[in-house]
């Protein structure tokens, strides 16, 4: 931790500093410039008093203070340099040398729909099925998922194809039903900072698909995957879904650097949702190509069999022919990159 | 609805938009232009089919799909043009004629700060106290809250100052044990799209302080708002707290035109944070002014009695003089407005 | 400057970076904490190298750089205490007791019709005459200004009616040419990081209204007024006009927290432009009083004789019956604040 | 055309907006919905009065204005289907079925430094030199690039290396001055919208690099493109390089799914520039892969000899060593997408 104090501060101010951070167990090192006096405070003291940090902000001499520690400490990099591979059910794993697929339709709709598309995109070639049961909408008048039934279609849907099933769960309350039906836990973008819902999948030890929030920096939703991880379930795959910008032309701003820049920051796996991320069907393809190339570990796509039919984001479903395509294309893409499909 | 059609589209395509509206119970109005064709689409079925307006931009001779509809219904101005008056407890009315100040400390850290605080505040003439008992924190290292201990101690404090009070409830388990201690629940920025959340705080109803979430988009927080009334709760007051936007002088973008936008828009009650929102005591008095100036109905506000030794955002609490100045200073300019305090 | 190292700094890294730092004529100060080295580097020199800062973060072991004191000299706080106050024309002050209201036609389209807003906004107590002769626009299809004949039109205005006017410039080749005919300089918010432009206008003594880019943290706003009076031209007024976000409800997120904040940093006047702010005429009113409550030194406002025959903006603009009603109650406001209008 | 009108709006009201429609050259189409009327405005007249769409917003009734055709015309992808082809030089094509990469140091600094740099780069398999003659810094103190010497150092480096050169030009006084030096002009991201830059380029016939300004919607970029071609010169080539977000860890968020778009909406090339859009060179080659993947006809990388001792950028910048092995990555990419290098 770094203070920096202002021009105006005096001898007897930059005491109170050191005192209050010699009682809180760190050493401080009082640098004196030309212009300001910087206090560098070194020590991790075992078990920090809440608000420390914020407390010197408060004091109206100081100008700043900067932290130097990330405050995340499994979700680290250093805390498994080798990266981390998380298994899905029997044969899934995450992270290694296999891009993985999930794919499927944003919303279970019917029985019907369901199956046709997970056999089409096990077909393809696809190593997951993607489907939700309860779905976030933005309208209270719009449909809501069909919860526990929607569970059922998606295991039986399991039980003909082999795919392990990874499905949105929004509330605490349903963490026990949900991991009953599905291999994965999805958290969504609106709930990465719902914390109780993290300390409910953390007490699990399914696999759990961290979704961006998309408001939320890097930092953040590492800062989120460790609430997970605290809890003692370490099987965390971030996923970037785009975040929200100014730019109207797509849903949300695909952010492919924060791919990149979370494999030098943390061990955890990392794939890309290029449905959510752009919102429009004809962008999915390319933008699966690149997050491929930047370095995902996979991806998470919306397939349904006549998007113009679906219940719920038909505008950013792919249709199974241009599935088939996707995964022709990304498997190229991956080969390059020296990983198998 | 409108339809904008490709440039391309054929008769035959057009047809298929057409019969697609009749048949979802829309009266549809094509209007040849020079370069595009447009379908005005009239009538609101009483029962839209889910994702119905995704699936005509699933299309891909459609290039886009406008709503000309408010999606909010009961958020809506029309549906209470005269404004609307939510009463918390038994004495303080919020979108009135007077302005109501929220204060108090950011967490209930002890009997004691609490208690001094509220004697402080109410002092000084706030109408109802603020708290945190659960507390959202970005790191699981951080302080959570005192939990059921913090609800009873802000429930002594109401008991002995008589100021109502409002705290957040994070959980849906524990809706019923929040309105147990308090007179009005705060939805936290974090979960302003968390639904079972809304779900439940609108099947009670206690007041409840909708925190604008700090990605949300205005109509987006009209639309949460919209949820809670939905379940027959129609006791939301709105709470601007700042968006997330580039300027990191400020810890958000406080957005006054909000307020202002939303007095167009709606009927409910809009009450602004310029704690949360700037996240800088010395920013939080000239703000309070502004909100006031700009048509809030009331202020909620972070003090402490020391916050240089606050758990928990001591950089943005206000000491008890600096509250006495900021009451003051708002006095003055809610009687400009022709309110009173 | 405070450099953090990675973990695996050897002492021979270490060691590079000091002598690097003795080298450029700072002392080098390490802390050696438990995780990390950081090094703090104190002294000013006289003349700094080019990229110094950014070498550090390119050596592969580097963290990160923290610059400690703020860019900006000649704009910052501590260049004057006590605030400064920029003298237009004769009789304008804008910094000191009173309120300065700039308003006047968006653009410069008739003689009639800036002749009666210049009429009308001095008839309703507005200090000055804004008025575009040189237009940016989005469309190279789009009106873009009477160019010289505007600036003679301004001037006649001013002759009957006493307002110095302020009007935007966006080419060096004609820094000049504005200067003969208006009494203020207006550099737009894409124009805030065009340095040629800024030197150029920094070359003249004429008062300048530096609005700020839709993009530009409130740091790098200060860095293009010290680019202006780097030059030896102090008289700078800076002019809040909204950032970009993702709120599309208006035009743009006025920043008033930006008004407070730059009053802490800097010694410069600032106004407001609620009309660019919002875009829409009925919320220029409240941000009107909200900007004055907030501290602002002014206002710049867009009134029109017949909004909705505008040759442009004629959404945010607002006729002269709002505009009288604006002027009442943003005297109010500023008595509040102890200023006059 | 669609005009939305307020629920309340009269007969005589949208009698005044079907007459103004029609004196303006437009057939009007009303469609009376239950909630709200809509009127289709039809026909592109020929001359459009200026400010004639925000006239109709300036109305109190009216709702809101929706245009529905995209307001680029040489830009767009309708112009010339098959997509356009900018010839640099005598040999360099953008767009076709070559990927085409510019690489260089951020400024130039020396003639050693260039002339290395130059050498290495071609040696790599880079197409273009890239390099900074007048740079644009945020602080006026900060190095402003060597002007017109370092033009005379770039046309060196193209006699011995036959590499033909893209530079920046930032004030229009030095367009003809750059264009006998360089082959390539480059728009810089902050003069995206300086319009008499725009034209002063466009009025030449020289090949021009237009980045995006970090504040940009796509179709902004593409108008700042229209300004260029409509003066006659098409040979203009977009340039992605990261927008600003709230995101810190990044420089700015570079935005691949605007490649993807582009490609779409327009038949103008779109090169990518992964060291401005991320800030840090650990992060170039992936997201170099990545651009390429997503579709990108080209790279501009900066490239120094020993990026610790760059005088600017330094953080931003790969060594000759990095640039070979993002050269044979690339390549790699490219191939998989039908292109050579």
Redesign the interface.
């Known amino acids: 931790m770094?203070i920096?104090l202002d021009?105006s501060a005096t001898p007897e101010q930059i005491e109170q500093i050191t005192s209050k951070l010699e009682q809180g167990g760190y050493q401080a090192?009082p640098?004196?410039?030309?212009?300001?006096t910087?206090i560098?405070a070194?020590?991790?003291p075992e078990e920090?008093?809440?608000?420390y940090v914020?407390?010197?902000?408060?004091?109206p001499f100081v100008e700043r203070v900067?932290t130097?520690?990330a405050?995340y400490k499994l979700a680290a990099k250093?805390y498994r340099p080798q990266g981390s591979v998380v298994r899905v059910g029997d044969r899934v794993e995450i992270g290694g040398d296999r891009v993985c697929i999930m794919a499927g339709p944003c919303?279970v709709e019917t029985y019907e729909q369901t199956m046709s598309t997970a056999r089409a995109v096990k077909e393809a070639g696809a190593h997951m099925l993607r489907g939700g049961a309860y779905k976030?909408?933005?309208?209270?008048?719009?449909?809501?998922g069909l919860g526990v039934d929607g569970l059922k279609i998606l295991a039986e849907a399991r039980a003909e194809t082999g795919l392990p099933v990874v499905t949105e769960v929004?509330?605490?309350?349903n963490v026990e039903l949900v991991c009953q039906y599905a291999d994965m836990l999805q958290i969504g973008t609106?709930?990465m900072?719902?914390?109780?819902l993290l300390r409910e999948v953390g007490n699990t030890r399914h696999p759990v698909l961290l979704k961006r929030?998309?408001?939320a920096?890097?930092?953040?939703w590492l800062?989120a995957a460790?609430?997970i991880m605290?809890g003692g379930n370490e099987n965390v795959v971030l996923c970037e879904r785009g975040?929200?910008?100014?730019?109207?032309?797509?849903r949300n701003?695909?952010?492919?650097?924060?791919?990149?820049?979370v494999?030098?920051e943390s061990h955890l796996p990392v794939v890309v949702d290029p449905s959510q991320?752009?919102g429009?069907?004809?962008?999915v393809l390319?933008?699966s190509?690149?997050?491929?190339?930047?370095?995902a570990d996979g991806l998470i796509i919306e397939v349904h069999p006549r998007?113009?039919?679906?219940?719920?984001?038909?505008?950013q479903?792919v249709t199974f022919e241009n599935f088939g395509q996707l995964m022709r294309?990304v498997r190229?893409?991956a080969e390059?990159m020296g990983k198998a499909l």
């Open positions: 770094i920096v021009k090192h640098i004196f410039g030309v212009e300001k910087v560098g070194v020590g991790v920090e008093k809440p608000g914020e407390q010197f902000e408060a004091l900067i130097i520690l405050p250093a919303t976030p909408s933005t309208s209270p008048y719009s449909f809501q929004m509330d605490p309350r609106r709930n900072q719902n914390y109780d929030g998309m408001w920096r890097i930092d953040e800062m460790e609430y605290k975040i929200r910008t100014f730019e109207t032309a797509t701003t695909l952010d492919l650097s924060a791919v990149a820049h494999k030098q991320g752009t429009k069907w004809v962008l390319p933008m190509r690149a997050a491929i190339a930047a370095g998007p113009e039919q679906a219940w719920k984001d038909g505008a479903s294309e190229a893409i390059v």
